[in-house]
């Protein structure tokens, strides 16, 4: 079974320019999560998806970050524009809406560096 | 404020010995806890949760304890590998025992376990 995927692995761009930043769960997983990691702090949750919608939203940070998923499957995350501090690794995770643990299961993260 | 958090930032161990990452939580309505590992380049991946109506869980090589009196979850890895280097976070669900939608996880800051060969 295919893990969640994200992609790009790795992005580097100027302040005020725009990323978006993509992620794939494992398949039949309802619920998405999206997290990041600033430097030096822990992974802090931005939001979580139930299919397409939206069930929490409390962590993300301001009205420059929008995430989509639109017909229940990959998600997007929108930077824009992104400012200096927007740096760090972003995570993706998905699980199981019948899952009796709840585990969620991360990706690789995409490293995103603003400069 | 709520929080869960880790006592050490780094744990550095010989090969072959037992290792303990400690963490310590301050909601004690919080009812679900998980041990995640991430290795340089990685994402984290899932070792081991505990509910918190248990206070000890074992699995492959690992172990979980929770003292709810002190609000306190360690991890114990026996026979420490190489490959076990990694940085070790706990976390927090409230809604894992809720039997619906899973919630969003509440991440210490991580703790760098070193095996020294």
């Known amino acids: 079974e295919a893990g969640v995927t994200q992609f790009p692995s790795h992005s580097v761009i100027e302040k005020g320019q725009t990323v978006t930043l993509r992620c794939d769960p494992i398949s039949g997983h309802d619920n998405l999560y999206w997290y990041r990691r600033v430097m030096g702090k822990e992974i802090k949750f931005l939001l979580h998806?139930?299919?397409?919608?939206?069930?929490?939203e409390s962590g993300m940070p301001n009205n420059r970050f929008l995430a989509e998923r639109t017909g229940g499957t990959y998600s997007t995350l929108k930077v824009q524009p992104a400012e200096l501090e927007d740096s760090g690794v972003y995570f993706c995770a998905s699980s199981q809406v019948t899952s009796v643990t709840g585990t969620q299961y991360f990706g690789p993260g995409t490293r995103l560096l603003v400069l | 404020g709520e929080s869960v958090g880790l006592h050490l930032p780094t744990l550095s161990v010989q090969e072959g010995d037992n290792s303990i990452i400690n963490c310590a939580y301050s909601?004690?309505?919080?009812?679900?806890f998980i041990w995640y590992k991430q290795e340089s380049g990685k994402g984290p991946q899932f070792i081991i949760d505990?509910?918190?109506?248990?206070d000890k869980r074992q699995g492959q090589r690992v172990t979980v304890l929770l003292n709810k009196t002190v609000k306190h979850l360690s991890l114990q890895i026996a026979a420490t590998q190489p490959g076990d280097s990694a940085v070790y976070f706990c976390?927090?669900?409230?809604?894992?025992?809720?039997?619906?939608?899973?919630?969003?996880?509440?991440f210490g800051k991580g703790t760098l376990l070193t095996v020294n060969p």
């Open positions: 909601n004690s309505a919080s009812d679900y």
């Open positions: 505990i509910r918190s109506n248990m």
């Open positions: 976390a927090e669900n409230r809604d894992g025992n809720s039997g619906g939608s899973n919630y969003k996880l509440t």
């Open positions: 998806f139930v299919k397409e919608s939206k069930q929490d």
